[in-house]
C-alpha cells in the first residue's frame, strides 16, 4: 500500500513541476522584457506612465509566481496526507471484514 | 494631439521591447492555462491551499494589446527615423505614445503601407501580398470592434482612400502579371476567392468609416476613381448596401450630400459613357467561341453598373439620388427603352481590347448602347443587367417618403425620369399579345404609378412638359410630378399619343398591374369622394382630387382598350382587380378620415397625396380566382368603392345599414344574393345619401371626357 501512497505524490510532484516550468517560463519572459522598459528605451510622461502601470501588474504576476512553490508544496503534501488517509481507511475496512 | 502624449523614443529599443513583448505574449498564452488548471484541479479535490492566480490572467489579457501598441510604437519610430523626423538630437525620435493620436498615427502607417504596396505589386508581389494581408487583418480586428474601431477606420481610409480605391485591380494584377504567359487555366477568373475575401474586408470596413463619416476627399477619391471597376469591387463583395451610408456631409461640390454609393454609381456610369470603364480579365487570351457564354456569364457578374444599382436598391437612398439625379434621364432610358435605336434594355457592349505586341488585351471595356464600338480582336458580347436588379434599382429609386424634403424630390424625379422614358409595350404581329418589361421591372412601373397616383391624375389634362415642383409652387407643400397628358394630335399621331399615356398602357399591359392599378384608382377615388362628403379638403392642395382620379380612371380605360388582352389575361386583369379592391376595403380602417378625427390624416396637403393604398403583397397572388364571376363585375363598379369608402368614414347613418346581407364587418360583399341586394340599397340612398347619385354621374362624365380626349383626336379609332 506504501506504493500507491508513493505514486500519487510522484504524480502530484510531476504535475507540480509542470507547473513549476511554465512559471519559470513566464518569469524569464517578464525578465526579458524588464530591461527594456526604461530611460534609455523613452523619455516622456505618456510612457512612463505606461511603464509604472506595465510594472504594478507584473509585480503582481511575479509576488504570484514567486509564491507557487510553496503552493506547490502544499499540493504535494495534501496528496500525501490523502492517499494515506485512502489507505488507512482501506486497511481497517479490511481487517473489519 | 497633445504635446503630453509625445514621448521620445530610442527606435531599436522599442523595437527590441515590441519584440520581447510579443515574446511574452505567446508565453504567457502558452502557460497561463497550464498552471491554472492544474493548480485548480488539485485544489478543488482538497489538495493543498489555494492562492489566487488572477494576476496571471489579468497579464495575459494585456499582453497581446501591450505587444501590439508597442510594435505599432516601433513602426512609427521606425517611419518617423527613415523620414528623419523629429530627430531629438540623442538618437531619439518623437512619437505618439497613447490613446486616440497613436491609433491615428497608426492607420496613417497603414495607409501609407498600402500605397507602398500597391506601388511595388508588379516588381516584389509576395511582399506586397504579405502586407495587403497584414492590413487586412488590422481593419478586421477594428471592424469588429464596433463603434470602438471606427476612429482608426476613418483615419486610415481617410488617408488611404485611393489605393482602397485601386486595390481590386491591383488584386488582379497580382494574379495575372501582365509579362507572364497567358493562362488558360484561369482565363474566367477576375478575382480569385481570396482576392474576394480581401476586397470583402477592406468594403466593409468602407462602409463603418462610411457611416461613421469620411473626409469629403476621400469620398472623392473613391467616388471618382480613375478606375471605377476597382472601386465598385468594395462595393460588390463588400456589405449590403443598406448598411452604406444613406448620405454624405453637404459640400460645395455635393449640395444635396449625395450618398458615395450614388456618387460612385454615377462615376461608373459617365465613365461607361466614355468608354473608358474596364473590367480585367484574360490576361493575353484569345477566347475561342466555345468560351463565349460563360465568358459573358462572368464579365456580367463583374458589370459594375449591375454592382452598383443592386447595392443602391438595398440602400434605398442612392438609388433615388441616382435615378433623380444628373443622370436619371440618360439612365432610366437605357434600363427602360433603346438608346438611339439600340437593342432595348442593354447597358452596352462588352469589347476585348486591342492586340498589343500580337497579345490578346487582358481586359474587356463596356461601350454604352447607341454608340459603336472600335474594331475588335477578340470578343464583343452584348450586356443586359439582370432584370431583377434593375426591377429592384427602379423601385427603390421612387419609394422615398413623399413630402418637401430633398429625398422626397429626388424620388420625384426618379418617378418622372421613369415614365418619361418608358416605352408603350410592343405589340405582336401574329397573336396580338403584347411584350411589356420583365416582371420585375413591370413592378417598379407599377409600384411608381401607385406612389404618384394623385400626381398622374393630376396630370391628365396638363399640356406642359414634364416638371418636378411644389404643389402649387408652395415651398411648404409636398413635391409632386407633373406628366404630359394632353398634346395636340398631327398628322404622324392624330391622338396625340402623351408620355402619360404611354406609361400608363406599358403598366396595363401586364393584367395583374391593370387589375391593382384600377382598383388603387377606383378606391382612392372614393377616398377622396368620403373626404369631400366629409370634412371637405384641407385649402392650398388639389381643389378636387376625386374628379382628378375619375379622370384618371378615365384614362385608364381607355389605354387599357388599346390592349388587346385574351380572355385567359381578361380574367385574370378582373381577378386582380377584385382581389385588390378587397384588400384595399379591408386596410380601409387604417386610412380614412373618420368624422371627428379628420387631422389624423388629411389635414394637410401632403397627407392628401399618402391616401393612395399600396400593394402589400406580391402581383402574383393578386390573379388567383375568384369564384363568382357576376360578383367579380359588380364589385368593379365605381359606385362599390365610394360607398364603402363612406361606410368606412363612418359618414353613413347606422339606420341606414341595419340588417344589410352585403356588410360584413364593415366591408361591402357582394356575392352571391347580396349584389341584388346592395343595388336595391343603393337605389333607395343615392338619392338622399352623400349625393351619391350627383358624384357617380359627375365621376361618369368626367371618365367619358377622357376618353373622348383621345378618341376625338384619333378620328374615333383610339389611341
Given at each position: 500500500m506504501n506504493n500507491f501512497v508513493e505514486e500519487a505524490v510522484q504524480a502530484a510532484a510531476a504535475d507540480m513541476g509542470t507547473v513549476q516550468a511554465a512559471a519559470d517560463a513566464i518569469s524569464g519572459a517578464i525578465g526579458k522584457v524588464k530591461p527594456l522598459l526604461s530611460g534609455q528605451t523613452w523619455t516622456g510622461p505618456a510612457a512612463d506612465a505606461w511603464e509604472g502601470d506595465w510594472n504594478a501588474c507584473y509585480s503582481a504576476v511575479l509576488s504570484c509566481l514567486n509564491a507557487l512553490p510553496a503552493a506547490e508544496s502544499s499540493v504535494i503534501a495534501g496528496v500525501r496526507r490523502q492517499a494515506e488517509q485512502f489507505v488507512a481507511s482501506h486497511a481497517a475496512a479490511a481487517r473489519a471484514s | 494631439m497633445s504635446a503630453s502624449d509625445e514621448v521620445g523614443v530610442d527606435p531599436g529599443r522599442v523595437s527590441q521591447a515590441a519584440g520581447a513583448l510579443e515574446n511574452l505574449r505567446d508565453v504567457l498564452a502558452a502557460n497561463v492555462p497550464t498552471i491554472m488548471n492544474i493548480m485548480n484541479e488539485y485544489w478543488s479535490s482538497g489538495a493543498g491551499s489555494p492562492i489566487s492566480l488572477a494576476a496571471l490572467h489579468q497579464a495575459q489579457a494585456r499582453s497581446a494589446d501591450d505587444a501590439t501598441q508597442m510594435q505599432t510604437r516601433a513602426q512609427l519610430a521606425e517611419a518617423w527615423l527613415a523620414q528623419s523626423v523629429s530627430l531629438t538630437g540623442s538618437g531619439m525620435v518623437n512619437i505618439p505614445f497613447s490613446g486616440p493620436a497613436l491609433d491615428s498615427a497608426d492607420a496613417t502607417l497603414e495607409a501609407q503601407a498600402l500605397a507602398a504596396a500597391e506601388a511595388q505589386a508588379a516588381k516584389n508581389p509576395s511582399a506586397a501580398r504579405a502586407q495587403i494581408a497584414a492590413i487586412e487583418q488590422e481593419i478586421k480586428e477594428h471592424a469588429g470592434d464596433g463603434s470602438a474601431g471606427a476612429p482608426w477606420l476613418q483615419d486610415f481610409y481617410n488617408d488611404a482612400a485611393p489605393a482602397v480605391a485601386n486595390l481590386a485591380s491591383t488584386l488582379h494584377g497580382l494574379e495575372n502579371p501582365s509579362g507572364e504567359p497567358p493562362d488558360y487555366l484561369s482565363?474566367?477568373?477576375?478575382?480569385t476567392p481570396n482576392d474576394q475575401q480581401i476586397l470583402a474586408t477592406f468594403g466593409q470596413g468602407l462602409a463603418v468609416a462610411d457611416k461613421a463619416g469620411l473626409s469629403p476627399e476621400a469620398v472623392q477619391a473613391i467616388a471618382n476613381a480613375p478606375d471605377a471597376w476597382s472601386a465598385a469591387m468594395l462595393v460588390k463583395f463588400g456589405p449590403p448596401g443598406s448598411l452604406w451610408a444613406a448620405s454624405e456631409p453637404k459640400t460645395p461640390q455635393n449640395r444635396d450630400g449625395l450618398s458615395l454609393l450614388a456618387q460612385l454609381t454615377n462615376h461608373v456610369y459617365e465613365q461607361e459613357q466614355n468608354g473608358t470603364l474596364r473590367i480585367p480579365i484574360g490576361n493575353g487570351i484569345e477566347y475561342p467561341a466555345g468560351d463565349r457564354d460563360q465568358l459573358a456569364n462572368v464579365l456580367s457578374e463583374y458589370d459594375p453598373l449591375q454592382v452598383m444599382m443592386q447595392a443602391d436598391a438595398q440602400n434605398k437612398n442612392a438609388a433615388w439620388q441616382v435615378m433623380g439625379g444628373r443622370d436619371g434621364n440618360a439612365l432610366a432610358q437605357m434600363l427602360l427603352s433603346s438608346v438611339q435605336g439600340d437593342l432595348p434594355n442593354i447597358d452596352g457592349r462588352l469589347v476585348q481590347g486591342p492586340m498589343n505586341d500580337d497579345r490578346y488585351a487582358g481586359y474587356f471595356t463596356l461601350y454604352p448602347p447607341g454608340k459603336s464600338v472600335p474594331d475588335a480582336w477578340g470578343q464583343i458580347l452584348i450586356n443586359t443587367p439582370d432584370q431583377n436588379v434593375v426591377g429592384a434599382f427602379l423601385d427603390a429609386a421612387t419609394s422615398a417618403p413623399r413630402g418637401n424634403d430633398v429625398n422626397a424630390r429626388y424620388s420625384a424625379q426618379a418617378a418622372l425620369n421613369i415614365i418619361l422614358n418608358t416605352p408603350p409595350p410592343l405589340s405582336s404581329p401574329y397573336d396580338g399579345s403584347y411584350a411589356g418589361q420583365s416582371a420585375p421591372v413591370q413592378r417598379a412601373l407599377l409600384d411608381t404609378a401607385l406612389r404618384y397616383e394623385l400626381d398622374l391624375a393630376e396630370s391628365t389634362t396638363y399640356d406642359g412638359s414634364g416638371a418636378v415642383l411644389h404643389f402649387a409652387s408652395m415651398p411648404g407643400n409636398p413635391y409632386v410630378i407633373l406628366v404630359p397628358g394632353v398634346r395636340p394630335g398631327n398628322s404622324g399621331d392624330p391622338a396625340g399619343t402623351t408620355p402619360l399615356s404611354l406609361f400608363l398602357r406599358e403598366v396595363l399591359a401586364d393584367p395583374a398591374s391593370a387589375g391593382v392599378l384600377t382598383a388603387s384608382v377606383k378606391t382612392t377615388m372614393g377616398r377622396y369622394y368620403a373626404i369631400s362628403q366629409t370634412a371637405g379638403f384641407p385649402p392650398g392642395g388639389p381643389s378636387a382630387p376625386d374628379q382628378d382620379m375619375a379622370a384618371l380612371l378615365g384614362r385608364i380605360d381607355t389605354e387599357a382598350g388599346n390592349i388587346k388582352f385574351n380572355a385567359a389575361q381578361q380574367q385574370d386583369e378582373q381577378n386582380a382587380e377584385t382581389n385588390s379592391l378587397i384588400d384595399f376595403a379591408q386596410d380601409a380602417v387604417t386610412w380614412v378620415p373618420v368624422v371627428g378625427d379628420y387631422a389624423d390624416k388629411a389635414e394637410s396637403v401632403a397627407s392628401l397625396f399618402g391616401v393612395t393604398p399600396q400593394l402589400s403583397t406580391d402581383n402574383a397572388v393578386l390573379t388567383q380566382q375568384v369564384n363568382e364571376h357576376d360578383f367579380a363585375v359588380d364589385e368593379t363598379k365605381i359606385n362599390v368603392p365610394m360607398v364603402q369608402a363612406l361606410i368606412s368614414a363612418d359618414a353613413v347613418p347606422p339606420s341606414a345599414l341595419q340588417d344589410q346581407p352585403w356588410l360584413q364587418n364593415g366591408r361591402i360583399v357582394l356575392t352571391g344574393s347580396n349584389a341584388a341586394a346592395f343595388t336595391s340599397w343603393y337605389d333607395e340612398y343615392k338619392g338622399s345619401l352623400g349625393h351619391l347619385d350627383e358624384k357617380e354621374s359627375q365621376y361618369q362624365s368626367l371618365m367619358q371626357q377622357q376618353e373622348q380626349l383621345t378618341e376625338d383626336k384619333a378620328g374615333g379609332g383610339g389611341s
Amino acid at each position: 500500500m506504501n506504493n500507491f501512497v508513493e505514486e500519487a505524490v510522484q504524480a502530484a510532484a510531476a504535475d507540480m513541476g509542470t507547473v513549476q516550468a511554465a512559471a519559470d517560463a513566464i518569469s524569464g519572459a517578464i525578465g526579458k522584457v524588464k530591461p527594456l522598459l526604461s530611460g534609455q528605451t523613452w523619455t516622456g510622461p505618456a510612457a512612463d506612465a505606461w511603464e509604472g502601470d506595465w510594472n504594478a501588474c507584473y509585480s503582481a504576476v511575479l509576488s504570484c509566481l514567486n509564491a507557487l512553490p510553496a503552493a506547490e508544496s502544499s499540493v504535494i503534501a495534501g496528496v500525501r496526507r490523502q492517499a494515506e488517509q485512502f489507505v488507512a481507511s482501506h486497511a481497517a475496512a479490511a481487517r473489519a471484514s | 494631439m497633445s504635446a503630453s502624449d509625445e514621448v521620445g523614443v530610442d527606435p531599436g529599443r522599442v523595437s527590441q521591447a515590441a519584440g520581447a513583448l510579443e515574446n511574452l505574449r505567446d508565453v504567457l498564452a502558452a502557460n497561463v492555462p497550464t498552471i491554472m488548471n492544474i493548480m485548480n484541479e488539485y485544489w478543488s479535490s482538497g489538495a493543498g491551499s489555494p492562492i489566487s492566480l488572477a494576476a496571471l490572467h489579468q497579464a495575459q489579457a494585456r499582453s497581446a494589446d501591450d505587444a501590439t501598441q508597442m510594435q505599432t510604437r516601433a513602426q512609427l519610430a521606425e517611419a518617423w527615423l527613415a523620414q528623419s523626423v523629429s530627430l531629438t538630437g540623442s538618437g531619439m525620435v518623437n512619437i505618439p505614445f497613447s490613446g486616440p493620436a497613436l491609433d491615428s498615427a497608426d492607420a496613417t502607417l497603414e495607409a501609407q503601407a498600402l500605397a507602398a504596396a500597391e506601388a511595388q505589386a508588379a516588381k516584389n508581389p509576395s511582399a506586397a501580398r504579405a502586407q495587403i494581408a497584414a492590413i487586412e487583418q488590422e481593419i478586421k480586428e477594428h471592424a469588429g470592434d464596433g463603434s470602438a474601431g471606427a476612429p482608426w477606420l476613418q483615419d486610415f481610409y481617410n488617408d488611404a482612400a485611393p489605393a482602397v480605391a485601386n486595390l481590386a485591380s491591383t488584386l488582379h494584377g497580382l494574379e495575372n502579371p501582365s509579362g507572364e504567359p497567358p493562362d488558360y487555366l484561369s482565363r474566367f477568373t477576375v478575382l480569385t476567392p481570396n482576392d474576394q475575401q480581401i476586397l470583402a474586408t477592406f468594403g466593409q470596413g468602407l462602409a463603418v468609416a462610411d457611416k461613421a463619416g469620411l473626409s469629403p476627399e476621400a469620398v472623392q477619391a473613391i467616388a471618382n476613381a480613375p478606375d471605377a471597376w476597382s472601386a465598385a469591387m468594395l462595393v460588390k463583395f463588400g456589405p449590403p448596401g443598406s448598411l452604406w451610408a444613406a448620405s454624405e456631409p453637404k459640400t460645395p461640390q455635393n449640395r444635396d450630400g449625395l450618398s458615395l454609393l450614388a456618387q460612385l454609381t454615377n462615376h461608373v456610369y459617365e465613365q461607361e459613357q466614355n468608354g473608358t470603364l474596364r473590367i480585367p480579365i484574360g490576361n493575353g487570351i484569345e477566347y475561342p467561341a466555345g468560351d463565349r457564354d460563360q465568358l459573358a456569364n462572368v464579365l456580367s457578374e463583374y458589370d459594375p453598373l449591375q454592382v452598383m444599382m443592386q447595392a443602391d436598391a438595398q440602400n434605398k437612398n442612392a438609388a433615388w439620388q441616382v435615378m433623380g439625379g444628373r443622370d436619371g434621364n440618360a439612365l432610366a432610358q437605357m434600363l427602360l427603352s433603346s438608346v438611339q435605336g439600340d437593342l432595348p434594355n442593354i447597358d452596352g457592349r462588352l469589347v476585348q481590347g486591342p492586340m498589343n505586341d500580337d497579345r490578346y488585351a487582358g481586359y474587356f471595356t463596356l461601350y454604352p448602347p447607341g454608340k459603336s464600338v472600335p474594331d475588335a480582336w477578340g470578343q464583343i458580347l452584348i450586356n443586359t443587367p439582370d432584370q431583377n436588379v434593375v426591377g429592384a434599382f427602379l423601385d427603390a429609386a421612387t419609394s422615398a417618403p413623399r413630402g418637401n424634403d430633398v429625398n422626397a424630390r429626388y424620388s420625384a424625379q426618379a418617378a418622372l425620369n421613369i415614365i418619361l422614358n418608358t416605352p408603350p409595350p410592343l405589340s405582336s404581329p401574329y397573336d396580338g399579345s403584347y411584350a411589356g418589361q420583365s416582371a420585375p421591372v413591370q413592378r417598379a412601373l407599377l409600384d411608381t404609378a401607385l406612389r404618384y397616383e394623385l400626381d398622374l391624375a393630376e396630370s391628365t389634362t396638363y399640356d406642359g412638359s414634364g416638371a418636378v415642383l411644389h404643389f402649387a409652387s408652395m415651398p411648404g407643400n409636398p413635391y409632386v410630378i407633373l406628366v404630359p397628358g394632353v398634346r395636340p394630335g398631327n398628322s404622324g399621331d392624330p391622338a396625340g399619343t402623351t408620355p402619360l399615356s404611354l406609361f400608363l398602357r406599358e403598366v396595363l399591359a401586364d393584367p395583374a398591374s391593370a387589375g391593382v392599378l384600377t382598383a388603387s384608382v377606383k378606391t382612392t377615388m372614393g377616398r377622396y369622394y368620403a373626404i369631400s362628403q366629409t370634412a371637405g379638403f384641407p385649402p392650398g392642395g388639389p381643389s378636387a382630387p376625386d374628379q382628378d382620379m375619375a379622370a384618371l380612371l378615365g384614362r385608364i380605360d381607355t389605354e387599357a382598350g388599346n390592349i388587346k388582352f385574351n380572355a385567359a389575361q381578361q380574367q385574370d386583369e378582373q381577378n386582380a382587380e377584385t382581389n385588390s379592391l378587397i384588400d384595399f376595403a379591408q386596410d380601409a380602417v387604417t386610412w380614412v378620415p373618420v368624422v371627428g378625427d379628420y387631422a389624423d390624416k388629411a389635414e394637410s396637403v401632403a397627407s392628401l397625396f399618402g391616401v393612395t393604398p399600396q400593394l402589400s403583397t406580391d402581383n402574383a397572388v393578386l390573379t388567383q380566382q375568384v369564384n363568382e364571376h357576376d360578383f367579380a363585375v359588380d364589385e368593379t363598379k365605381i359606385n362599390v368603392p365610394m360607398v364603402q369608402a363612406l361606410i368606412s368614414a363612418d359618414a353613413v347613418p347606422p339606420s341606414a345599414l341595419q340588417d344589410q346581407p352585403w356588410l360584413q364587418n364593415g366591408r361591402i360583399v357582394l356575392t352571391g344574393s347580396n349584389a341584388a341586394a346592395f343595388t336595391s340599397w343603393y337605389d333607395e340612398y343615392k338619392g338622399s345619401l352623400g349625393h351619391l347619385d350627383e358624384k357617380e354621374s359627375q365621376y361618369q362624365s368626367l371618365m367619358q371626357q377622357q376618353e373622348q380626349l383621345t378618341e376625338d383626336k384619333a378620328g374615333g379609332g383610339g389611341s
